[in-house]
């Protein structure tokens, strides 16, 4: 019948309809397996390292370059054999994963402690899900590529299946988080688990593979491949030139590091989870779509022109440091992602080859994508010691796409020095403007006065618009000045926007008396110290407050920030010093090392830290004290390295007597929780390592979070007891609001506590819509702050 169909009329035939129908509902398979394998290997491998936002971003990395292994093996099996050939070759590679399956991640493969967590989490990936991986993601460029052999009308140019590709894979990823995670187990003994399941749609993506083959096998000779003088849009010339390569390298390039950017952005104050992971993968996805679907020229220069003032927005509010609601950091975020990747992709679509290069432009396209997640995830932590390549690549998106031609041009010839003047200009104005050497400001109390307005009114009605006002002032005139000015000179204005973002960074270093900023594979740490000898040196991982010291020297000594003496976590070593002579204390999460001032002579304290980097601080007595002088006076202090939920579980096979009279979870990572530590299966865990009158106190302070319901639907679990404090500052210098709740086996375990009004003032009522969180489930939706 496919025979008769290449002599009839094919658009009528409707054997032409079902290999149509066959190659799309393959592609659809490959491309949603593959993307469902992403967050679900994510999520296994996430509690292994501490569930920082950048294991993600190694991830992204691992899997941009499997799937250009993928497509060079596609590339150069298309180039080198014969259809039928490259079809039996491909049948056998996908043969081969069934040796691996069902999908599994060792954690024998992370060797923790002093070791480089990106190679750790690479080795993991390469040899768990590696061969799968690869194999799966050549199937999008060679089914497109055998699709040009089938003698179908719209094989003269099959781009348009890879819309449908990613449609399969932003389905995925959306469909992950909402239907998947809620209620399949990542892995048990039954086989309505997501390994298992991936592994079936495995075999039933290798039988519609098989049978595309067929339709190769099945077609003549005579009307396999059209030339290139047949495509779509496409130039009939040679093989296109390294200029035109490096181009689409560079919009592929642009998108994949926004993505990671974006991503790593966002999470660092949320959480790292699968849900805020495919939200922007999805974008980038849903991008590719609409960009490779039908894309007309005057849709793509209108989202160029916006691309500039949108990321002159974004920048603006990221040097301005307003005060937002996280919903619309997200939006913003989100947006501009979103603005960006389809300018990109939609300049690659248009620039497209003919079918003959089309496994070379993909190839591309992915080196492209490879390159950005290595730029983000390996080489930006060793060159930068703050997040500084999101906006870098925000910066890079304005000069490609404002390029002519996509030639950037070293900015030479007519108006090349008053476009440098301009960027010198725009420098200098930032710097005065950013240092408050000279500044705009409106006053609305003088108006007020003027008019004799009420100060009720005032207040109401002028007061929350006065500070954004203000900061549009001081941080917008630079970023309009070069907007405006550099528009129609890409270097130029990429030169300016950097210079901004350099000295807004510098200025903000100054100003918060910053004595060092570091960055390691868990985030950026910042150090301060104040000038006046009475004030503090902090520690602050992302945005957050992590541990306060005080620089006099009569107060060295005194717990600040979350853990003052008459605030939760003093009232509760009150109670542990009362009933003990020699209090055994674990903390997990080590910061400044602010609780072992707690800690008396004799005392036993074992910190769980992750991050190398926070270590290296806490210890050393140039920036904080409070461990070491609590190993001077007498304290047992010791270390363990590592995850705290691996480490503890170590502890309990290797020192099966050691017990704690207290365990104190403190351990997230700016506002991003690390959701395996406050999960069903980490509380039994906290509990079997705790005395039989032992306590569990967490720290749930959260900017964006409501984490008083996960701990309620937890305790009502286990059966726990439970206590809460919204403790306040009062007059405690130094000190800082904090939320601590208790758990305990029995309501006598808390001592006096359990009737003190402070302890039961504040409910901790359980939410169903919460859910009860496991290492399978966690409902993060359910508890933002919006």
């Known amino acids: 019948m496919l025979r008769r169909a290449a002599r009839g009329r094919p658009r009528e035939d409707p054997a032409l309809t079902a290999v149509l129908l066959l190659y799309a509902l393959t592609l659809f398979a ?57 079809a039996l070759l491909h049948l056998v590679a996908l043969a081969l994963p069934f040796a691996v399956l069902p999908l599994a991640a060792n954690p024998g493969l992370l060797r923790g402690g002093e070791a480089n967590p990106v190679l750790d989490v690479l080795t993991l990936l390469s040899v768990s899900v590696g061969l799968p991986f690869l194999v799966v993601s050549a199937t999008a460029p060679l089914l497109q590529n055998w699709f040009t052999r089938t003698g179908h009308p719209a094989a003269r140019d099959p781009y348009f299946l890879y819309a449908a590709s990613n449609l399969g894979s932003m389905l995925a990823l959306l469909g992950y988080p909402t239907l998947v995670e809620p209620r399949l187990p990542l892995r048990g003994a039954g086989w309505l688990t997501q390994t298992t399941l991936w592994s079936m749609g495995y075999g039933a993506l290798v039988v519609l593979t098989a049978l595309c083959a067929l339709t190769l096998w099945w077609r003549p000779e005579g009307a396999a491949l059209p030339t290139p003088a047949d495509a779509v849009n496409a130039p009939a010339g040679p093989a296109p030139g390294w200029g035109r390569r490096l181009h689409w390298i560079a919009l592929a390039f642009v998108p994949s590091s926004l993505l990671l950017g974006a991503t790593t952005y966002v999470t660092t104050d949320l959480a790292a989870v699968p849900l805020l992971w495919v939200l922007p993968l999805a974008i980038y996805l849903l991008t590719f779509i609409l960009a490779f679907g039908r894309w007309p020229r005057a849709l793509h220069r209108a989202v160029v022109a916006i691309t500039l003032p949108l990321v002159l927005l974004v920048i603006f509010l990221m040097v301005a440091a307003l005060p937002e609601r996280i919903w619309i950091t997200v939006i913003c975020h989100f947006a501009l992602l979103f603005v960006i990747a389809l300018a990109c992709h939609g300049a690659l679509a248009l620039d497209r080859p003919a079918p003959l290069h089309l496994t070379e432009f993909y190839l591309l396209i992915s080196v492209g994508g490879v390159l950005g997640g290595l730029f983000n995830a390996l080489l930006a932590p060793l060159v930068f010691s703050s997040l500084i390549e999101y906006p870098l690549a925000m910066v890079l998106a304005c000069v490609l796409l404002r390029a002519r031609g996509g030639r950037v041009g070293l900015g030479l010839g007519p108006g090349a020095l008053r476009a440098a003047a301009l960027v010198l200009l725009v420098a200098a104005l930032a710097l005065v403007l950013y240092s408050e050497s000279a500044t705009l400001r409106v006053d609305f109390s003088f108006l007020a006065r003027v008019l004799e307005w009420s100060s009720a009114r005032v207040g109401e009605w002028l007061d929350p618009i006065e500070r954004p006002v203000n900061k549009a002032l001081i941080y917008g ?11 129609r000179r890409p270097l130029h204005l990429g030169l300016a926007l950097t210079a901004v973002l350099l000295v807004a960074g510098f200025v903000d270093a100054r100003n918060s008396e910053q004595i060092r900023q570091s960055r390691s594979f868990f985030g950026v740490l910042h150090i ?32 600040l920030s979350y853990y003052p003496r008459k605030g939760p976590i003093g009232q509760l070593f009150v109670e542990l010093d009362r009933r003990l002579t020699t209090v055994r204390m674990a903390v997990i999460g080590l910061g400044t090392g602010t609780l072992a001032a707690y800690a008396r002579p004799g005392d036993r304290v074992t910190f769980y830290e992750i991050d190398r980097l926070v270590r290296d601080v806490a210890f050393d007595p140039r920036y904080f004290t409070y461990a070491v002088d609590a190993r001077d006076r007498g304290v047992s202090l010791r270390l363990e390295l590592g995850d705290a939920r691996i480490r503890l579980d170590a502890v309990r096979r290797e020192r099966p007597e050691e017990r704690y009279d207290v365990i104190l979870v403190d351990a997230f990572t700016s506002d991003a929780i690390p959701v395996h530590l406050v999960t069903r299966e980490a509380l039994r865990l906290y509990f079997d390592m ?97």
């Open 528 to 559: 301060t110290r104040d000038r006046d000898e009475k004030g503090y040196a902090e520690l602050r991982h992302g945005t957050t407050l992590h541990g306060r010291q005080s620089l006099e020297p009569a107060r060295r000594a005194e717990p």
């Open 477 to 487: 005139p630079p970023l309009v000045l070069a907007g405006l000015l550099l528009r």
């Open 30 to 86: 490959g491309a949603t397996l593959l993307f469902v394998m992403q967050p679900m290997v994510g999520k296994m491998i996430l509690p292994l390292l501490g569930g920082t936002p950048a294991v993600w971003s190694t991830c992204m990395v691992f899997f941009q370059a499997a799937l250009l292994g993928g497509y060079a093996y596609a590339h150069a099996s298309a180039a080198r054999l014969p259809p039928s050939r490259q």
């Open 690 to 786: 705790l005395s039989p009158r032992g306590i569990l106190a967490l720290h749930i302070s959260n900017r964006y979070l409501r984490l008083e319901p996960v701990v309620a639907n937890l305790a009502e679990d286990g059966g726990y007891a439970r206590l809460l404090q919204h403790g306040d500052t009062g007059d405690i210098r130094g000190g800082v609001e904090a939320s601590w709740a208790l758990l305990a086996r029995r309501p006598e375990d808390f001592g006096a506590m359990a009737s003190d009004s402070r302890w039961t003032e504040a409910p901790l009522d359980p939410e169903r819509a919460v859910g009860t969180w496991t290492d399978d489930f966690h409902n993060l939706l359910s508890i933002f702050k919006w």
